[in-house]
């Protein structure tokens, strides 16, 4: 079965420094999202990308925070210049777009997230 | 804008207990999308469930079964017979229709953190 796959699953930072995220969507699936889980918290939205550009981001997504997709199979979040308060897990999904639907009605698929500590 | 409460925080079971996690949402959608997913203890977010606000059919799997009612915007899950290994985090999650100008992003609920004990 088709998987969301993130790497690494743990990265450890100083403050101040530029951290990727890299995430490996289902291949057919054409819509990507971040999300973050602080410890101990409720899942938020970061951002959605479709077509090779930001859909939709929340407030949480400032200048700090981009997206990319490098090639036809990878996609990153970096965080040019990380905080404390940017630790938290950083969950990358992907959801298939139909023709006759759109990507909310399509499940998103989550990979297994990525633990980032920032020290 | 878009909501999903889940009012229990924390459910303690004995195993082979029926067990109940609430979830209410608000949408102005009238076409909207309700998920459930959970969070064992290793971490990952595995996909449970989706429904289509236009379908209020509950459904059944296994042990598990969903109770959807618009007109209490309720979203309900139950675990007949829980197992140990039904500990975990569940997290009710809503997205609306895109088409109608709604985000396709998922809100999520707080999570209710299930304990089943042997």
């Known amino acids: 079965e088709p998987e969301v796959t993130q790497t690494p699953s743990h990265q450890v930072t100083q403050m101040g420094q530029e951290v990727i995220l890299r995430c490996v969507p289902i291949?057919?699936?054409?819509?990507f999202y971040w999300y973050r889980q602080i410890l101990g918290q409720k899942v938020e939205f970061l951002v959605s990308?479709?077509?090779?550009?930001?859909?939709?981001k929340s407030e949480i997504f400032d200048d700090q925070f981009s997206v990319e997709r490098p090639d036809g199979s990878n996609f990153t979040l970096k965080i040019r210049s990380t905080k404390l308060e940017d630790s938290a897990m950083y969950f990358c999904?992907?959801?298939?777009?139909?023709?006759?639907?759109?990507?909310?009605?399509?499940?998103?698929?989550f990979g297994p997230g990525t633990r980032l500590t920032v020290l | 804008a878009q909501k999903v409460t889940q009012a229990q925080t924390e459910i303690s079971v004995v195993e082979k207990e029926d067990v109940t996690l609430d979830c209410v949402y608000e949408?102005?959608?009238?076409?909207?999308?309700l998920f459930w997913y959970k969070q064992p203890p290793s971490g990952e977010l595995v996909f449970l469930i989706r429904?289509?606000?236009?379908?209020?059919q509950n459904e059944i799997s296994g042990r598990y079964s969903w109770n959807f009612q618009k007109s209490t915007s309720s979203f309900n899950f139950t675990i007949t017979a829980s197992q140990v290994v039904d500990s975990a985090v569940y997290f009710c999650?809503?997205?609306?229709?895109?088409?109608?100008?709604?985000?396709?992003?998922?809100?999520f609920g707080k999570g209710t953190k299930l304990t089943v004990n042997p």
């Open positions: 999904a992907s959801s298939d777009f139909t023709a006759s639907g759109g990507p909310g009605m399509d499940t998103q698929y």
């Open positions: 291949s057919n699936h054409l819509y």
């Open positions: 990308f479709y077509n090779n550009e930001i859909s939709e």
């Open positions: 949408t102005r959608d009238t076409t909207y999308y």
């Open positions: 429904r289509n606000s236009f379908d209020e």
């Open positions: 999650a809503l997205s609306e229709d895109w088409k109608q100008g709604g985000s396709e992003k998922l809100v």
